[in-house]
């Protein structure tokens, strides 16, 4: 009985190890952006290579769409935005395959940058 309690979890086990390596680059993720904001404008930098393809939820919530052909992004903040969280995120082709980012927060800020 121990035994097979121990084979079924080794198997288990093997499973699992496959599926995580086979999943992985369905998973892999851009980092966040690093953005900031000041007198009314913001600037996010990202990681990627060659066009970007941007994506800025506005506190209304609405989603506005920027594509760059690099991973840096700069442009007004609406004035109904200010001093309200905006969310970003990015994405971008590498290998042929889309990568996606984590999103960041920050305040369109119409003071000093921050």
Known sequence: MRTTVTVLAVSALAALSFAAVGATPALAAAPAPFC?????????????????????????????????????LFAACPASNLGHPVRASYSYVDGGTIQYSGTTQFICRSGSWQ
């Open 36 to 72: 900031e904001s000041g007198a009314s404008q913001f600037y996010c930098d990202g990681s990627s290579t060659g066009t970007t393809t941007w994506s800025i939820t506005w506190y209304s919530g609405s989603v506005g769409t920027f594509t760059t052909a690099g991973p840096t």
